[in-house]
């Protein structure tokens, strides 16, 4: 295939290029500069898929890595790497942010772009780490020395591209996917794109990926083991997710089998305006063509019809419940996110509640929405409580004499037949996200009392009624997946 027409999309033009590195520049003479001038032992350095010319064009953070003396007290580092982050950022008209992560980090909003200012220690190997960020100017000086030639980088920007197209991209927690730098090491590893994507095809579990030859595999029990060249002790893909690494898989052998024709298609997520193009509404609603602002409300109007069609057409039951998130980083709320969920779908089933599948979406801003859809919705009156065996002669004595009156025998089995607390999966979740109920369930700790006070019940069709108003196509794009899994691995 031609990758032409893709690279001229993905790769960053000149000036784009010229733009980021100027802010980069600036930013790193000012700090060099003001630490001169109150004598602070640092050094300012461009870092990350930027310094290595592997960053895909319109999504490029610059990251600003301050190196601090390796003798440097830790308190000092932080309340140091702080004032100069918020320092460059005044002196470039910027608007900053703090963030957390092994330490306090600084984002500011330059010219249209995100720089971070991370405060780390100047290392010069693995053996002297002291937190967890300082191994990124290891794995920059690394691919820099490596990954020399355009074309390597290019080959780069199509895996990332084509990863991100099927879903596999990121390293986040709410993906679990592959990092950069894992992309990185892939191509050195099987020099090319399409060489990556034949060699991934027949990946095992317990793939091992070594380019120093360490030879250190047996330390880890993670899916694909590649081993980073700056540290033989780490796996870079330890935060691969086993179903992220069996969907690139799939993905590869699917776009390694299409014709060359559609193997194009695999660079392009499915857009969300265009959902109602699918097998629902294909031929159910009006497409002509309107003016712009018109057709979107069309796309907006249609991407409803088509989600509400496809739940109605599983004969399912779905409860969402909508509630506003703490203000905390990013990558802390998506685990207490699915921690939560899971308790609550896991008491569902519990109490009889047969879940089919259940998920949970935010806007990582203001909004954080659960949704269980369920086999059995709701429950007859009373229930089959089983007892003891009749052989413990003991054990049947005393649930004979809790329950006198309403026992009785199924195989060799005392039950009896109880009463239910809950009808409907509704009114239990109602109870249980109470004050008085809400441990009962895990809960992320940062998540508890805002659930409680600010959540509301909805079924899927008064959610998507509401959505629609708010114009939400990330919502929409993430429940035609949650109703579509699996259909970003094939085009």
Known sequence: MDYKKILKEIKPTE?????????????????????????IDVEAKLVGSIAKG?????????DI???????????????????????????????????YASHPYLTSHINGYDVDFVPCYKIDNAEELKSAVDRTILHTNYIQKHLKTEKQKEEVLILKKFMSAVGTYGSEFKVGG?????????????????????????????TVIDLENYKTEKSFKDPLIAIDPTDKNRNVGAALKKEKMAEFVIASRNFLNSDEKDKIKFFYRINPENYYNKKYNENKYNKKKYNNKYNKELNL?????????????????????KFNIPDIPVDSIHPQLKKTQESIEEKLEDNDFSVFKSDYWT????????IFELNVYKQSNYYIHEGPKVWDRK???????????????????LVLNKKRQFNSAKDFIKNILTKENI?????GKNMKCLLIDTYKLNTMKNLLKEELLNENLELMEFLDDFLNPGQLLKR
Do not use: M
Not at 32 to 39: A, L, M, P, V
Not at 54 to 62: A, F, P, Q, V, Y
């Open 65 to 99: 890595f301050i190196n601090f003396q390796l003798e440097s007290d830790e308190d000092y580092l932080k309340e140091k790497g702080l004032y100069l982050g918020y320092e460059c950022s005044k002196h470039l008209n910027g608007i900053a942010e703090e963030h």
């Open 178 to 206: 592959f990092a950069g730098y894992l992309c990185e090491i892939l191509i050195l590893r099987y020099n090319n794109f399409e060489e990556t994507l034949k060699a991934a095809s027949n990946w095992r579990n317990k």
């Open 54 to 62: 592997t960053w895909l064009s319109g999504s490029s953070d610059i």
């Open 301 to 321: 109007e249609n991407s409803y019809k088509s989600v509400y069609e496809q739940f109605k057409d599983r004969k399912t039951k779905t409860i969402t419940i």
């Open 395 to 413: 054990a049947c004595d005393n649930f004979i004499k809790s329950h006198p009156e309403n026992y009785y025998i199924i195989e060799d089995k």
């Open 363 to 370: 806007d990582e801003k203001k909004i954080g929405l659960f």
């Open 439 to 443: 441990n009962n369930i895990k809960v």
């Open 15 to 39: 000036l784009e290029i010229e733009k980021v590195h100027e802010i980069a520049r600036d930013a790193i003479k000012y700090i060099n500069n003001k630490s001169k001038e109150e004598n």
